[in-house]
């Protein structure tokens, strides 16, 4: 392969990297055509882009970006493929029911809201992470709560002080 070329793949998986806030590295090297064109469509319904790379390559786009992405180097060994999402446990919750009981797709290291995993036993850890979104929702959900709680004491209160006051003048 020509430098230019490598160049250009280069910056294309870059760019992928920049556009995407989350990536996994994952290991697809002993599916076959049709369990890999499976994993395609699943990944295309989940809103995951799924690349293969060489591994001397995805590591010089990780060096050419901004950041320290040293933890990543050591996972790449073999055929590395890269999952993009722009949902932090997308492509872990697709790897745990794709791989359901066989080993593939293996999870190699992810980068995840701005933290590194490396090693398949952090896939249960990924998959339990929530994103962004969701803990800006669970924060004002909290944040609501006591209101909600006073506003109901209140309507409650309110009945049962009318209910007291016209058993009395009913008496």
Do not use: W
């Amino acid at each position: 392969m020509r430098k230019e070329d490598k160049n250009v793949i280069i910056e294309q998986i870059a760019s992928q990297l920049k556009e995407y806030a989350h990536f996994y590295l994952t290991d697809i090297e002993t599916l076959n055509a049709e369990k890999t064109s499976e994993l395609r469509r699943a990944c295309f319904k989940e809103d995951i882009k799924l690349m293969v790379v060489k591994n001397t390559l995805l590591k010089q786009a990780l060096e050419s970006l901004e950041g320290d992405f040293s933890p990543l180097y050591d996972s790449l060994k073999g055929a590395t493929s890269i999952m993009f999402s722009n949902t932090g446990n997308a492509p872990a919750k697709l790897i745990k029911k794709v791989a359901k009981d066989k080993e593939v797709p293996a999870l190699k290291a992810a980068y995840v809201e701005e933290s590194f995993y490396v090693g398949k036993e952090n896939l249960d850890a990924l998959v339990a992470i929530k994103s962004k979104n969701e803990l800006i929702g669970d924060v004002i959900g909290l944040l609501q709560s006591p209101a909600k709680n006073v506003i109901s004491a209140l309507q409650s209160g309110g009945s049962l002080l009318h209910g007291v006051l016209k058993t009395l003048s009913e008496k």
